[in-house]
């Protein structure tokens, strides 16, 4: 079992910058996938970042890439997402997301993961 706790969302301006972490229990993390996905009100939830186990291999969305950065801390147990240039369109709330599956070729679907967050609100104001 795997409970993860994100933080660092909040209110920022159009081209500010967030990093949001998320904390993972458990002894499962270094062993396992890490993703942030967001949900925008009225919108499905979509994948935003995925961070291979060994941090070896990283995936973005086409509307993140070059502005987000996923990283991994394994003696914290913890995986960040550092978000700069942001735009109004980038507010939602973000999970962060975990499998121990191998599932890397498929870290953009929200059915590869097994445990999820509660979520961080994120809110860009132009």
């Known amino acids: 079992q795997v409970q993860l706790v994100e933080s660092g969302g909040g209110l920022v301006q159009a081209e500010g910058s967030l990093r949001l972490s998320c904390v993972a229990s458990?002894?499962?993390?270094?062993?396992?996938?890490m993703a942030w996905f967001r949900q925008a009100p009225g919108k499905e939830r979509e994948f935003a970042a995925a961070?291979?186990?060994?941090?070896?291999?990283?995936s973005y969305a086409d509307s993140v890439k070059g502005r987000f950065t996923i990283s991994r801390d394994s003696a914290k147990n913890t995986v960040y997402l550092q978000m700069n240039s942001l735009k109004p369109e980038d507010t939602a709330i973000y999970y962060c997301?975990?499998?121990?599956?191998?599932?890397?070729?498929?870290?953009?679907?929200?059915?590869?993961?097994?445990?999820w967050g509660q979520g961080t609100q994120v809110t860009v104001s132009s």
């Open positions: 458990g002894r499962t993390f270094s062993s396992s996938t």
């Open positions: 997301a975990a499998t121990a599956a191998a599932t890397w070729g498929a870290e953009s679907r929200r059915a590869a993961y097994d445990y």
């Open positions: 961070i291979s186990r060994n941090s070896a291999r990283t």
